[in-house]
């Protein structure tokens, strides 16, 4: 027995149904190429199970969709009529599928490389205020330093620029790098006696860096006290000191009272201001910056855009 809902051969409700989607797909390559065997390949079926298909929907719509002519398949004016459609629908559907796919990158876990002192000292004590602003975005911090490459799990990345970037790499400007000696409070009146009895700006342009103070150096910004001494316009320090593998741990060794670190800024502030560290001779810019870098333009009212504004906002 038959169900009302079937409907009857020949009635609207059986004339409005379409064909499978298999059927129209294989058609749609086939009328796009010219050729089923090349349809075939595109769509990873054999060259008879899209000669099939086709010669099934052709059955069923009662109508011829190809002429046949030796290897090559050409159109009808009915085909022709029918491509069009098909193609316009399933590029409809692509659009659909696509936009619903980029909705789902940008509410699945992202991935924000920072180079490790970086997220140490500045990103991760400030993080709570970026997961208590958006709750329902999840962010995966890592640590990386030096060249990298997005599509390798990785989806922002935070860097300075002494470097050369991946290209196509987009570049959003975050804060300029500011740098100057720091030490423990207790010994800048031993190392930096005179400085640190006139005022800052005086220090700075007269008192210099007392020779004999240990310097603590590290491996990975060897440049860090020739650049600083360039940048404030100081002779390059010679007194001995140590050298360590991290960067953060040259700071560490400052706050500990080993010797005097060269201490960017914006991983020194939290110290700064808790009085764990000092800077006697104040901060310059040493002409780098860092930025947060994206394999696409930052699109506004993205929640990459919201990121980029609360960075900004802690800079």
């Not at 924000?112 to 975005?137: K, N, Y």
Request: charge should be neutral.
């Amino acid at each position: 027995m038959i169900s009302d809902k079937d409907g009857e051969l020949k009635s609207p409700i059986h004339g409005a149904r379409l064909p499978s989607l298999l059927a129209l797909r294989c058609f749609e390559a086939a009328a796009r190429l010219e050729h089923f065997s090349c349809a075939a390949d595109e769509l990873h079926l054999t060259h008879g199970a899209v000669s099939r298909a086709v010669r099934l929907l052709e059955e069923e719509l009662g109508v011829a969709l190809f002429e046949r002519r030796s290897r090559r398949v050409y159109l009808t004016d009915a085909g022709r009529t029918l491509a069009k459609a098909v193609g316009q629908g399933l590029d409809l559907m692509r659009q659909a599928v696509a936009e619903l796919r980029a909705s789902a990158r940008q509410q699945r876990r992202w991935v924000l490389s920072c180079e490790p002192t970086l997220l140490m000292r500045w990103l991760i004590p400030r993080w709570p205020d970026f997961q208590a602003r958006h709750p329902g975005v999840e962010v995966h911090l890592v640590a990386g330093g030096g060249p990298f490459a997005f599509g390798s799990g990785m989806d922002l990345a935070i860097r300075r620029n002494d470097f050369p970037w991946p290209p196509g790499c987009h570049a959003a400007p975050l804060f300029a790098e500011q740098v100057g000696p720091v030490c423990r409070p207790d010994k800048v009146a031993a190392w930096f006696g005179v400085a640190q009895a006139q005022a800052q700006a005086q220090a700075q342009a007269q008192a210099g860096y007392p020779p004999g103070v240990p310097c603590l150096h590290t491996r990975t910004r060897p440049g860090a006290w020739a650049q600083w001494a360039a940048a404030a316009g100081q002779p390059l320090p010679e007194g001995a000191g140590q050298t360590f593998e991290h960067f953060y741990f040259s700071l560490q060794a400052a706050v500990a009272g080993l010797g005097v670190a060269i201490g960017p800024w914006h991983m020194v502030r939290d110290d700064l201001d808790s009085g764990v560290l000092a800077a006697p001779l104040g901060f310059v810019e040493d002409g780098s910056r860092y930025c947060l870098l994206a394999p696409q333009p930052i699109q506004p009212g993205s929640l990459q855009a919201d990121l980029l504004a609360w960075l900004r906002s802690q800079a």
